[in-house]
């Protein structure tokens, strides 16, 4: 990666004021306690005094002492005055007057509050150690490992070092974990496998793109043929063999990163690449987009029987509601038939006399056949509507067969009994 990533802007804000400090912050940075004011009582003149608070709260605050150690916001020095009772704050130009006297009181607190410096052998290796497990675990930008280990020296006392030198020093440890993950990375695959992730960047005859660009395309239609196009290439992903391969040592999230870039970067440049690096990208990439292409297969199969399902519920809707006019005259015809049943005037031996005088047998009978035709159940799923479509189905499931391979919880197992019924009869 380049050694200069900060902006210029990242760059004029480290180790400098940005603005005026928070409340909170000037209370937390700012703010002299008895043994702090004892140290400052130490010096006689008021310009003396606020020039050694102000650099007192400074190094606290910025975690380095500045070269115009008077260059701090307003809100700071009115702070700094009112605890000191210094009643004029206009005074603190003078404390420039003698360049020596400064830099004696920041070698001052340096001592008393035990600040260090950056260059000390063990601050260097500590941070060193602190930063490369950071980079090594995780897929931190460079700009936020900046910041973070800015935040660590000030945090614990080390003085910041000039802004280039920390940038140098993020980027060649970032390098230097990326490089271990290459390394780890190209150890993995025998030489089969490695021949197979190269094959992915290059162009075959009379094709205009390669296979890595093929693969990194995801289905976008929702159809049976759409299904069958993403379990293909579920295997096409799966032939390159790498399934077995353990990455467990390996940190997860830096996969996934380098998993990203190569599904992201032209093919082209990953061609050009340095061969540990391109291999390890490559590999990273297919052990990556095999659970992804898995997962694209699986939500583009909800989505066609869940299209399937609803397909069926509507013509059966509409089927009843072209058959609802058979299905009201066979209910009236048999509610009148009941009212006679209800008649409370009619004996009981003359029911079904008068019954079928009013209403003949054969009618209602043709109305009984009828309702029981066309009444539809509360928990109706319209399996004869499903059943019709079956055929669109077997455009994709011998594919799902030798595809995708479902497992379960024990709630799940009679709905695997079943797949596994339906896939039996496929081969035989």
């Known amino acids: 990666m380049p050694v200069a990533f900060l902006t210029d802007e990242q760059a004029q804000r480290y180790g400098r004021y940005t603005g005026e400090p928070t409340a909170d912050q000037l209370a937390r940075f700012f703010y002299l ?99 490369y497990t950071r980079a090594w675990l995780s897929a931190e930008r460079p700009s936020l490992l900046f910041d973070l280990a800015t935040a660590r020296l000030v945090e614990h006392k080390v003085l910041l070092p000039g802004v280039t030198v920390l940038e140098r020093l993020v980027a060649s440890i970032r390098d230097r974990a990326a490089t271990r993950l290459w390394e780890r990375l190209v150890q993995l695959p025998n030489a089969d496998q490695q021949a197979r992730l190269e094959a992915l960047v290059q162009v075959p005859e009379g094709a205009r793109s390669s296979p890595l660009d093929r693969l990194r395309r995801a289905p976008t239609r929702v159809s049976g043929p759409a299904l069958v196009a993403a379990c293909h290439r579920l295997d096409e992903i799966r032939a390159i063999g790498i399934s077995d391969l353990a990455f467990d040592h390996l940190p997860p999230n830096r996969l996934r990163d380098l998993a990203r870039y190569g599904a992201a970067a032209r093919a082209q440049a990953i061609a050009r690449m340095a061969p540990d690096r391109r291999l390890a990208t490559l590999l990273a990439f297919a052990h990556a987009f095999e659970v992804m292409a898995m997962d694209d297969a699986l939500d583009v199969l909800d989505l066609v029987i869940t299209d399937i399902i609803n397909t069926a519920q509507n013509e059966g809707e509409k089927e009843r509601l072209r058959t609802l006019r058979d299905l009201d005259t066979a209910a009236l015809q048999l509610w009148e038939a009941i009212q006679l049943l209800l008649d409370e005037q009619i004996a009981d031996a003359a029911v079904r006399s008068q019954t079928f005088a009013q209403i003949p047998r054969q009618r209602l009978v043709e109305a009984g056949t009828q309702v029981e035709t066309l009444a539809r159940p509360p928990d109706d799923r319209y399996y004869p509507e499903l059943v019709e479509r079956y055929q669109r189905v077997r455009r994709f499931l011998p594919t799902l067969f030798t595809t995708v391979a479902f497992d379960g919880t024990q709630a799940g197992q009679p709905l695997l009994a079943a797949w596994r019924f339906l896939a039996d009869l496929e081969h035989r």
């Open 33 to 131: 306690d008895d043994a702090d004011r004892a140290l400052v009582g130490r010096r006689r003149e008021d310009h003396v005094r606020l020039g050694f608070a102000l650099q007192l709260g400074t190094v606290r605050f910025l975690g380095t002492f500045l070269t115009d150690p008077t260059a701090v916001p307003l809100g700071v020095v009115t702070y700094m005055s009112r605890q000191l009772h210094i009643g004029d704050p206009s005074c603190l130009p003078r404390y420039l007057a003698r360049r020596v006297t400064h830099h004696e009181h920041a070698q001052a607190i340096q001592r008393r509050y035990g600040y260090r410096d950056f260059h000390a052998p063990h601050e260097v290796f500590r941070l060193v150690r602190w930063l």
